[in-house]
């Protein structure tokens, strides 16, 4: 029979400073006892910039190659905050399809995530207009906690104690899209359908649905408007989502803002420096509890075209 676990009685058994007092909430919204799921998926907010951090159903969507990085501070100045490293590389692949790469490293408090994967995607054309899109990607992925750095009042907690970790895992996805040529699409997907097991009945994790949706407005011959939102989903855990909005100016410069429901909001700003890089910054104050002890998160992205 499992024991159940009252994290109230835990908590308290933490020294109260600033930093482990945010660790232990990581702690607590990352794992859980007995019934609870716990969130290891990476948060972005640039995911209309690199939709195939979500979907490989994107790879080889448009005529021109690119490589992106992206990095995300969440948090900042709490430790223990979560901090996620994300590489992705998109190729077009023949004439209707793509192929491209993943690789990835959160930080999250005692809980951290390295993965790797690899994407293929098959473009079919339904008219001079449509285009449905399919994905599949497959790769390693590893999931570990070490509570070595916690600091308890009292020793010997077995919940808090010592290190786990699932090993070097197989780990395999999909996406479909439909989209009219570049402006309206619908995208789903799920980028892990495998769930981390750490080999303990007290902790669990889902794998999460996405749905993406946006679309191009042209509202004259300087100025388009790209508004989206981003849907996640899993069994037993609140529908949670992201609306985002930019201008892009001359092709070269944009500026929007995004909300996540019950989280941040947050501005961006973007710019196409040389014909090859493009830059984009998102700053993010928390609406949640969170904003008690930080201000900020911040997110860069750095897009290089391989374009002659």
């Known amino acids: 029979m499992k024991a159940s676990i009252d994290f109230n009685q835990r908590v308290d058994q933490f020294k109260w400073t600033k930093s482990l007092l945010t660790l232990v909430s990581l702690v607590l919204l990352t794992l859980s006892a007995q019934t609870s799921m716990a969130q290891v998926e990476s948060m972005y907010s640039s995911y209309r910039l690199n939709p195939q951090i979500l979907s490989p159903t994107h790879v080889g969507s448009d005529s021109v190659s690119d490589i992106t990085v992206i990095n995300r501070q ?19 692949f023949k004439q209707q399809s793509g192929i491209g790469f993943n690789a990835m490293y959160d930080q999250a408090g005692p809980v951290k995530v390295t993965a790797i994967s690899g994407d293929y ?13 399919g994905g599949i990607r497959a790769g390693f992925s590893n999931l570990s906690l070490d509570f070595a750095g916690l600091a308890l009042v009292h020793d010997g907690d077995a919940l808090f104690s010592g290190s786990r970790s699932t090993g070097l895992m197989f780990n395999t996805g999909w996406g479909l899209k439909i989209n009219k040529g570049d402006g309206f699409f619908l995208s ?3 980028p892990r359908l495998f769930k981390y097991d750490l080999g303990s009945g007290s902790y669990k994790d889902v794998a999460y649905f996405y749905t993406m949706v946006g679309t ?3 509202l004259n011959d300087q100025i388009n408007l790209y508004p989206s939102a981003l849907f996640r989903s899993a069994k037993d855990v609140p529908l949670s989502w992201d609306a985002n909005v930019y201008a892009q100016f001359h092709n070269r410069f944009d500026v929007g803002f ?4 019950q989280d941040s909001w947050g501005a961006r700003l973007g710019v196409q420096a040389t014909k090859k890089i493009y830059v984009g910054y998102v700053y993010e104050m928390p609406t949640s509890a969170m904003s008690k002890m930080s201000l900020q998160s911040h997110e860069i992205a750095l897009r290089y075209s391989l374009v002659k």
Not at 74 to 92: N, R
Not at 121 to 133: D, F, G, P, T, V
Not at 258 to 261: Q, S
Request: proline fraction near 2%.
């Open 188 to 190: 789903l997907s799920q």
């Open 216 to 218: 191009k407005l042209k």
């Open 74 to 92: 969440q948090w900042v100045g709490v430790e223990g905050a979560p901090v996620t490293y994300a590489i992705s590389g998109d190729f077009k």
């Open 121 to 133: 995607a098959y473009h079919i054309k339904l008219n001079e207009q449509w285009r449905l899109s």
């Open 258 to 261: 995004n909300y996540r429901h």
